[in-house]
């Protein structure tokens, strides 16, 4: 026993670790998923600041060039001079200005106007289309170690604050930015190289992925500042950057994983419990079997009763018998219950059944019962002993368990030989078609309860009767309904010609055998009396 025990807490330990793990996987994917999204947003909103910033640079620089080209003051004078180093002096994003005479630097705010050189200006690296030339030459410009980039516009140039290597400063950016070639020239300017980058994905608004690494490039759409600027991570970076989130997950998923695996493992403890539970009741007779009159709904006649067994657990709960035949039939077993069945009806019933010929009741029977070649001869014998004939017993089995293996087939024909009726159960839920039914060869059908149920509703289900009971007509079906619970449902059905029977609790609900008996002896004196009267 204690065994047994540790067992139980070992598995279930086992079990809850395990799904726990697995929920620390499904954490880890959410959390990374989470993560690089938020990753790929935050870079695209970082190299969109880059980007506006680098307009407002570019308006200064331009600005700056405007005021040069358009002063009164004749070029390097005194005066031009001075507003030159007041220009300077104003701009945040200027490092140097000066004039172009004979394309030779005349004067700039550096140099002054003297011991200026003789060479010539570089070639420019390119042109925008507004005119302005674009110049990387550090060593003309005379700024030394500093890859600053030069812009000329007539005969004035400005050298620019090499700012794009001080992004992070500058706009209080956390991720690596790169600034891409543009047409207007500036080239490839990365802060560092990646030769994995192609300049299609580098010159137009992309996020993309490269191996380990998140970009995100955003472009301007500044004819003055035609750039495009990518920022970019590196995943282990991005999962690091949104750990908060990453943990998060990883706790939601071990938790809810963990607890899982503890509820199924309490969930099999209680199947495990309830089966050996049950197997015991089996055996020591403690299931009980409950009988629900079933009516011709014509006449409101009592035709039969469906035996329903009943089960109540050793901690005092009662077990529906779609939960626990549903176990035993899991398990294998299922075939005990249909003898105690057979056993109780026969015991209870058997006088009642030899003495009201048209009375009959109905078993339930699974599918497992119908491949049992113990089955058939149990059932034969247990009404010969009983002197109980085969048509006062009707077996009904379910659609389901009928979809249907040559076994079922064969246990079905050889019933009706033996002379029972074979009805189809909840009819409607499964899979029959017409020909199926028809090669089935049954005897009746029991409409399923969720029919009935839809009747006044709008519901599909409900168009589909009509054509159901059109088909049983035509093959000669008897029709029973199940789960009338209104006179409103049982006035549907007992409309037509041919007679239907039904079954719910309208006409009673499942009692013990001394009810149901006593009631039966209600009805048979209360016809006694009519038909003396009519005498
Ligand atoms: P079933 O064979 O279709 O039995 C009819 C079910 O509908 C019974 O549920 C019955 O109590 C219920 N019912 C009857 N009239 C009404 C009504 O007007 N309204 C509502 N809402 N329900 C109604 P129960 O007894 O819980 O049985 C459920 C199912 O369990 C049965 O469905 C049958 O498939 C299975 N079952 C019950 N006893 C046995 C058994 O001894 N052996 C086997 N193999 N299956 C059984
Ligand atoms: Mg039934
Ligand atoms: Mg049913």
Redesign the pocket.
């Known amino acids: 026993m204690k065994l047994a025990l540790r067992q139980r807490v070992l598995v279930t330990l086992a079990a809850t670790l395990v799904a726990a793990a697995v929920g620390l996987l499904a954490g880890y994917w959410a959390g990374r998923t989470i993560a690089l999204r938020l990753t790929a947003s935050r870079l695209s909103r970082e190299a969109a600041l880059a980007i506006s910033e680098a307009n407002t640079y570019a308006h200064d620089d331009h600005a700056a060039l405007d005021a040069m080209n358009t002063s009164r003051y004749p070029y390097c004078s005194d005066e031009d001079m001075e507003f030159l180093h007041q220009l300077l002096y104003d701009s945040i994003f200027l490092k140097e200005i000066g004039r172009i005479r004979d394309n030779k630097i005349a004067c700039s705010t550096t140099l002054g106007r003297e011991h200026l050189s003789s060479a010539e200006l570089p070639k420019p690296e390119g042109t925008g289309t507004d005119g302005v030339k674009v110049y990387r030459d550090p060593l003309f410009f005379r700024l030394p170690n500093v890859a600053v980039t030069t812009l000329q516009a007539g005969d004035s140039y400005v050298v620019l604050y090499p700012y794009f290597e001080n992004f992070r400063e500058l706009s209080g950016i956390q991720m690596k930015t790169k600034v891409i070639s543009s047409s207007q020239g500036l080239s490839a300017h990365p802060a560092e190289k990646d030769f994995r980058l192609t300049q299609p994905i580098l010159t137009r608004n992309s996020d993309f992925r490269i191996g380990d690494t998140l970009y995100s490039t955003r472009c301007s759409s500044l004819v003055i500042n035609n750039i495009c600027i990518t920022a970019s991570l590196s995943v282990s970076e991005a999962l690091l950057a949104n750990r908060g989130e990453m943990k998060a997950m990883l706790a939601l998923g071990g938790t809810v994983g963990g607890l899982f695996g503890f509820l199924v493992a309490l969930l099999h403890w209680r199947n495990r419990s309830l089966e050996n539970q049950l197997r015991r009741a089996i055996r020591k007779d403690k299931l009980r079997?409950v009988f629900?009159p079933i009516v011709n709904l014509a006449s409101g006649e009592i035709v039969g009763a469906?035996?329903?067994?009943r089960w109540t657990d050793e901690e005092g709960f009662a077990v529906?018998?779609?939960i626990f035949?549903k176990i035993a039939e899991e398990r294998g077993f299922?075939g005990e219950?249909?003898r105690l069945?057979v056993r109780h009806v026969l015991r209870d019933f058997a006088e009642t059944l030899r003495t009201h010929a048209d009375f009959h009741i109905s078993?339930?029977?699974?599918a497992a019962d119908l491949g049992d070649p113990r089955f058939l001869p149990m059932l034969e014998q247990s009404l010969d002993r009983a002197g109980v004939s085969a048509a006062s017993v009707v077996i009904?089995i379910?659609e389901s368990s009928t979809a249907l293996h040559q076994v079922a087939m064969e246990a079905i024909r050889h019933l009706r030989r033996l002379g029972h009726s074979v009805h189809i159960?909840?009819f409607g839920t499964g899979y029959s078609s017409l020909s199926y039914l028809h090669d089935l060869s049954v005897d009746a059908i029991?409409i399923d309860?969720s029919f009935t149920r839809a009747i006044g509703t709008e519901a599909v289900t409900v168009s589909i009767l009509p054509q159901i009971l059109a088909m049983a007509e035509t093959l000669h079906l008897q029709v029973i309904v199940?789960?009338?619970?209104t006179s409103r449902q049982a006035a549907y059905f007992s409309g037509g010609s041919k007679s239907i029977l039904g079954?719910?609790?309208?006409f009673g609900?499942?009692v013990p055998t001394e009810e149901f008996l006593h009631r039966l002896r209600t009805e048979d004196e209360k016809a006694a009396l009519v038909a003396t009267a009519a005498a």
Do not use: F, Y
Not at 306 to 309: H, N, P, V, Y
Not at 482 to 485: A, C, L, S
């Open positions: 079997v629900q469906e035996a329903l067994s529906g018998p779609d035949v299922v219950i249909t069945v078993i339930n029977v699974a009904e379910t159960d909840d029991k309860q199940e789960g009338i619970e079954q719910g609790w309208l609900r499942p």
